[in-house]
């Protein structure tokens, strides 16, 4: 799997309450619709407004409906699920005893898709091979960060492997991509995502989600090019994967969460095309403060093409 985000930028505008008026309560930007409330730093201030979701919906161009219920469930009634007859995990387990990824790492060059129970399996709700769709387990919070404009943190510690959130907003049809995105100004913020799931006989599963007006706390990830989350695609009950991002180490409590844009754990610099795209805009610095920075924000060049869908097979 690789995922490429299109110079996306986080939100950089706070909406500050009005002058004189203390919060009467803490910020939840998830507006209740998460198992833990996010909170807002600083008080008295957040994130410019968007439409709320947990999960993926449908938008403009899209083949598949991500809410609808494709995949059969297991049979595992009395047995726990284990490869070889649970029909959701076809070589080896997902998950360990403790909830954590078993493959994640620096030597991950590349990650394998994840299939979990759904509400159509005989299991209980208490299988091994249920993480993502329990949704989040640790204290997270939005900040304002010197230069990025507005990140996420963690507020407890979260070890190696664990589920830490997804990356959620509108999937979209490429038609759309291209109109959005030929739509904005070297000014604009984008958030657009493209996965590229590489499967058999060359082909390529393409996924496009856009969290900027309809999204997620994913939306607010900041990009990094030594990053402390791995996105992996993870099916449930939809062949539209759920982006899911796990710890790649042991994350301290406050230690900002952030990913690769470009879709590799370990992101090297470009040898190609390094300061000026070939459209003429400028590329977007990187801020991540890494040894190994970049300099500059990965780029996904094909999603500007004006022409038909290009062959990436």
Known sequence: MSAKAVDKWPCGM?????????????????????????????????????????????????????TQITFPGCSCLKTPCLPGSCSCLRREENYDGNSCLRHIGSEAKCAEPVFECSVLCQCSDQCRNRVVQQGLRFHLQVFKTDKKGWGLRTLEFIPKGRFVCE????????????????????????????????????QVIETFVDPAHIGNIGRFLNHSCEPNLLMIPVR???????????????????????????????????????????????RKPCYCGAKSCAAFLPYDSSLYCHSEKPDIS
């Open 167 to 202: 990356y959620a907003g509108e999937v979209l049809g490429f038609s759309e991509v291209q109109r959005r995105i030929q739509l904005q100004t070297v000014h604009d913020l984008n958030y657009i995502i493209a996965v590229r799931e590489h499967v058999y006989n060359g």
């Open 14 to 66: 706070a909406a500050s309450e009005e002058k004189g008026e203390a919060p009467t309560q803490q910020l939840d930007v998830a507006r209740g619709l998460e198992n833990l409330p996010v909170s807002a730093w600083p008080p008295g201030q957040g994130p410019e407004p968007f439409q709320y979701t947990p999960d993926h919906v449908a938008g403009p161009g899209t083949d598949i409906d991500p």
């Open 236 to 282: 449930i009950d939809s062949m539209v994967p759920k982006l899911a991002l796990f710890a790649a180490k042991d994350i301290l409590p406050e230690e900002e969460l952030s990913y690769d844009y470009s879709g590799r754990f370990l992101n090297l610099m470009d040898s190609e095309d390094k300061e000026r795209l070939d459209n003429g805009k400028l």
